[in-house]
């Protein structure tokens, strides 16, 4: 009897690491819109540093040593058939294929702005995205950054350190940027946004079309929902957290009313044997925080216990979101403890030690030159 297929969708951060979990026991093949990692970490390093993003966070596949028994796919997954345990995934050149498989994990992520978005890609493309993006930035003596969370914040930092003599804003609706984080987090960030001369206004609320999907970077006028009077600035970037779930390709028992992926705790999906979820697309908890603690090691486990018929583990998610907000720095990387308690890595160690050693090596399991 032959190896058990593991048919992974999505290659984003979660689904290549999940990947190279399963490849060395299974049969695996992937199936992702970009010709390699393109990861939708770090948005104000991307933003502000392209090159410097580029270096870390995007990999092509042929690069990752951990993929050699892996089959990739270039193309975008348009159906699924559970019954007939099938996905159809329309290829660059138009054609459509239908890959069978033993085992279904959905990494499909979620589209988030312009630098999550899940469409068909050539490197080129890539290329020009990143270029595109950050020179829009570079011209603008103004910069009004929309949102509270870790992309805007991050996105601000970044952005006001890179270009000191830019005007940079950043407007949330509450009384205090990263609400899913740690109260010292919150506090910590803070502290950093105004040392690098970023402006904090709170409490205002954007108002945002229905039919606006913040996918691109603007320069029309903000008005507030809460009163204030509109704004004005060269480059409006929109990173409001208005995620929308991957999944139009899914039978509508599989998803939840807001479309995300419904699962078990040990990110199986209910009723379905062999389909599994795991990423931004999984409705493992409210901030679907499967996508950033390390969850691929277990439902790796999990895809094998449901082939031995072995007992399944289950998922907890941590109280609050943890790990790197503003990124790299010219200073150190700062990476924040679940209990808000930062860890400081210094600049050295960040391009000797953490990068070849604990990530392309350890987490990657070796990434090529």
């Not at 392209?50 to 040593?65: H, K, L, N, S, V």
């Not at 082939?307 to 583990?313: E, H, I, K, T």
Request: charged share 25%; hydrophobic share 40%.
């Amino acid at each position: 009897m032959g190896r058990k297929r593991v048919v992974i969708a999505g290659l984003g951060d979660t689904g290549v690491l999940t990947a190279i979990r399963l490849a060395s026991r299974f049969d695996v093949v992937g199936i992702s819109v970009k010709p390699g990692l393109v990861s939708g970490q770090e948005l104000g390093v991307r933003l502000a540093r392209p090159e410097d993003w580029a270096r870390d966070y995007w990999i092509g596949f042929d690069r990752f040593r951990g993929l050699d028994r892996v089959r990739t796919v270039h193309g975008t997954v348009t159906a699924a058939d559970p019954d007939a345990r099938t996905v159809s995934v329309r290829q660059v050149d138009g054609s459509t294929v239908h890959e069978p498989y033993d085992a279904l994990v959905i990494a499909t992520g979620v589209s988030n702005g312009f630098w999550r978005r899940p469409i068909l890609q050539s490197a080129l493309e890539v290329r020009a995205g990143l270029r595109a993006a950050h020179d829009r930035l570079a011209a603008s003596s103004s910069v009004a950054v929309i949102g509270g969370g870790a992309a805007a914040v991050s996105s601000a930092a970044n952005l006001a350190r890179r270009w000191p003599g830019s005007r940079v804003g950043l407007y949330f609706p509450g009384e205090n940027v990263l609400p899913h984080h740690h109260w010292r987090t919150r506090r910590r960030v803070e502290g950093r946004l105004k040392e690098v001369g970023v402006t904090l206004h709170r409490r205002h609320r954007a108002v945002v079309p229905d039919d606006f999907a913040c996918d691109s970077i603007t320069g029309d006028p903000v008005h507030w929902s809460t009163g204030q009077a509109a704004v004005r600035a060269d480059a409006v970037l929109w990173a409001t957290g208005r995620v929308r779930p991957n999944t139009d390709w899914l039978p509508a028992d599989m998803v939840d009313k807001h479309g995300f992926v419904r699962v078990t705790p040990a990110l199986q999906v209910p009723g379905r044997p062999g389909v599994f979820a795991v990423g931004d697309v999984a409705a493992t908890d409210a901030l679907r925080s499967s996508a950033r603690n390390r969850a691929d090691g277990l439902l790796a486990r999990n895809v094998a216990a449901h082939f031995s018929g072995a007992r399944m583990r289950t998922y907890r998610p941590p109280a609050n979101r943890w790990g790197s907000v503003l990124g790299a720095q010219s200073d150190g990387l700062e990476v924040f403890a679940p209990n808000g308690f930062p860890f400081r890595f210094p600049a050295w160690s960040v391009d000797r030690v953490l990068q070849p050693l604990v990530v392309r090596r350890g987490l990657y399991r070796g990434v090529r030159s």
